[in-house]
């Protein structure tokens, strides 16, 4: 019983500070985002600024709340600026190196199929794979790391990493099945 008050109270106060999840959500802008991201990030925060807040300090909850909130989204425009960077770096532009040095950079990649072929048994349900599996496998293409995506899913981080463990052999056993 005290479980289900601890999580009345937490999301009753994370009410109280959703204009400030609005506020910044309305200053940023994250590619991919939607409102369900925000408030999941502002949860996340929320747990965050309980934890670490010390009264002691000289600043309010609330301004602790906001900064702490802030910063996570700041950082997670950094991490998508510096994945666009990467990108950028990688490309070749065909003027500048003539079509015949751009062909040996353009080459067939295996992996690029491979990638698909795994898509697409996903997609189509070729791979059988519990809600779990599925939603840890979610979080994971979109490039979080297991300690994030057991917070996202409210699970340890043992099991998220055993759920992705799981599916990487369920994938592993339906591509050598397809070899054969």
């Known amino acids: 019983m005290e479980e289900k008050f601890d999580s009345e109270a937490f999301e009753e106060m994370f009410s109280q500070y959703l204009p ?16 369900d991201d925000w408030l999941q990030e502002g949860r996340i925060a929320l747990n965050d600024a309980l934890h670490s807040y010390r009264k002691d300090r000289g600043t309010t909850f609330g301004l602790y709340y906001k900064m702490i909130f802030e910063n996570r989204i700041r950082s997670l425009l950094r ?9 950028q770096q990688n490309a070749v532009s065909i003027e500048k190196v ?6 040996e950079h353009f080459q067939y990649h295996e992996v690029v199929e491979e990638s698909m072929c795994i898509s697409e048994m996903i997609m189509t349900g070729g791979v059988a794979l519990s809600s779990l599996e599925l939603r840890a496998l979610h979080y994971y293409l979109k490039g979080e790391e297991p300690q994030t995506i057991a917070q996202h899913l409210k699970e340890t981080e043992k099991a998220i990493k055993n759920a992705l463990n799981r599916t990487k052999n369920k994938i592993k056993k339906k591509i050598s099945e397809m070899d054969e």
Do not use: H, P
């Open 98 to 103: 003539g079509t015949e040095a751009f062909s």
């Open 79 to 87: 991490r998508q600026r510096a994945k666009k960077r990467l990108a």
């Open 20 to 35: 400030i999840i609005y506020s910044i959500q309305s200053r940023y802008q994250i590619r991919d985002f939607d409102s």
